[in-house]
């Protein structure tokens, strides 16, 4: 049976251009196993991906990693994709950026440069980024970016690290003049999962951020930042619309080429296309594993008979994988799941973490400084 | 009425673009997207931060004569432009 009779075009592109990243933030959601930096695709390859996935229809193109700078031809790829069409925006750290490098981007047509922060001070900022000096950089930057005319979003990712911080960043945001400002709680992939028990803030550090946020919001009078705040489903009764439907809008290329309905799709136990070896349009219309969490034929019990099925898609089917060991499974975020004890357990063990916090960083780096 | 020459300007934020893929016009934001109706698609098209409301509206009657008395509908859909911060006035 076919189930692409209403499938639209992947909207959304993220070109995560590298894994390699000068920092070593323990909320990473990259995967653990960051890959080689040989395997990267090249310049003539991404450039192919970007007037494929164009032709198909998507418009927003995002640049990440990793840090996407470390690529050298960034420019290029920025330029392409602005050309064809897309609405371009670069996800970075800002580590690496330059008051010279914003200028090409600009140039080069570069339509937005959302930086992350991991603090409202440079001593948790660095703490937590794992790098000296690296607040201080992101400043510098963030004032570039605003003069040079691009729109200045801010990203926080909130963890129990800094979740205490939220007025000092309400008030840095509007230092920085930022148009907005997204305060997500970190989701619990890749590294970020390994550190779940360090990164999980507790339901009452949650809802007096959330209060905050919305305090200061109240008393803003339509101007300065817009603040949106991400909380993390762990504290929902229902999971979110992962990716707003598995294939349904979003797709990932990861640095080596794989294809991906959302970007932490590759643990999951399904065979992944490759750009180098299928069309976009073939992935994206005829893969089996695009294919597979299409529509609802896919679905278990409790979902198959649960009237909110195409409100939520039954979940996160990562978040099921990594929880339950089965992919297929209600996203056990969910209360009417068999599974939901899973959650519960996983905030109670949260406030006595056991296992050290693992800096995001490289085996091979790893091994080097065991020497 | 107010027929002050109120000029509004876009938005840089925003980028104004037919998408072929959607058949309409469309805003494009930092990591966003809105599909937008075809007499929003004209409205914004119009402005450019020199035109005044009265020109638009003028230019707009001339372009679609059989559309009638149109003053309300763009000043309706420039609120909520402005609302959205998709607009603002110069
Ligand atoms: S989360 Fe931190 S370590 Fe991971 S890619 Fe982003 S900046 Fe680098
Ligand atoms: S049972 Fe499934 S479809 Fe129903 S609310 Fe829960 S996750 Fe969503």
Redesign the interface.
């Known amino acids: 049976m076919s189930k692409d009779a209403h499938v639209g ?1 992947p ?1 959304w592109l993220l070109a995560e251009l590298t894994y390699e990243c000068p920092l070593h933030c323990a909320y990473c959601s990259n995967p653990t196993d960051l890959g080689k930096r040989e395997d990267e695709l090249t310049t003539e390859a991404w450039l192919d991906v970007l007037t494929q996935a164009r032709e ?2 998507s ?2 193109l ?1 640049f990440s990693g990793g840090e996407p700078l470390l690529r050298k031809d960034l420019e290029t790829l920025v330029e392409h994709g602005r050309q064809s ?1 897309f ?1 371009t ?1 670069l996800i970075t750290s800002g580590i690496g950026l330059t008051e010279k490098r914003i200028k090409q981007l600009k140039a080069a047509g570069l ?2 440069i ?1 930086i992350s922060f991991q603090a409202a001070d440079p001593e948790l900022n660095d703490a937590i980024a794992g790098r000296g000096k690296a607040f201080d950089q992101k400043l510098k930057m963030a004032e570039i970016v605003k003069s040079e ?1 691009y ?1 200045m ?1 801010l990203n926080f990712v909130i963890s129990r690290q800094n979740i205490e911080q939220i007025p000092q960043i309400l008030e840095l945001s509007c230092q920085l003049n930022a ?2 400002v997204e305060l997500a709680t970190a989701q619990y992939y890749g590294w970020a999962f390994d550190n779940r028990d360090h990164l999980l803030p507790t339901q009452q550090q949650l809802r007096h951020a959330e209060a905050t946020v919305n305090g200061f919001r109240d008393q803003q009078d339509n101007a300065g930042p817009q603040f949106i705040f991400v909380t993390p489903d762990y504290y929902e009764d229902r999971p979110k619309a992962c990716m707003n439907g598995w294939a349904s809008t979003f797709l990932t290329i990861t640095p080596d080429g794989s294809a991906l309905p959302c970007h932490s799709a590759k643990i999951l136990p399904l065979d992944f296309p490759n750009v180098t070896e299928k069309t976009i349009a073939d992935i994206w219309h005829k893969d089996f594993s695009f294919n597979h969490f299409r529509g609802e034929s896919w679905m278990p019990q409790p979902c198959q008979s649960c009237d909110e099925k195409e409100k939520d898609f039954g979940g996160c089917r990562c978040q099921a994988f990594m929880l339950t060991g089965d992919m297929n499974r209600t996203d056990p975020v969910c209360s009417k799941s068999d599974d939901h004890h899973l959650i519960t357990e996983a905030i109670e063990q949260a406030k006595n973490p056991t296992a050290p916090l693992k800096h995001r960083k490289r085996v091979a780096d790893i091994a080097l400084m065991k020497l | 009425m107010t027929h002050a020459p109120n000029v509004p300007k876009m938005n840089t934020l925003f980028r104004l673009q037919f998408e072929k893929a959607q058949g309409c016009f469309v805003l494009l934001y930092p990591e966003g997207m809105v599909k937008l109706n075809d007499s929003a698609a004209e409205i914004l098209q119009q402005i450019d931060g020199l035109t005044s409301v009265d020109e638009i509206q003028h230019q707009l009657q001339q372009k679609f004569p059989q559309a009638g008395d149109i003053r309300d509908d763009i000043e309706e859909f420039l609120a909520t432009a402005q609302a959205k911060r998709w607009i603002s006035y110069v």
Do not use: A, F, S, W
């Open positions: 075009p909207l198909l229809g418009v927003q995002g069409g609405y925006n339509d937005h959302q005319g729109p979003v148009d907005y």
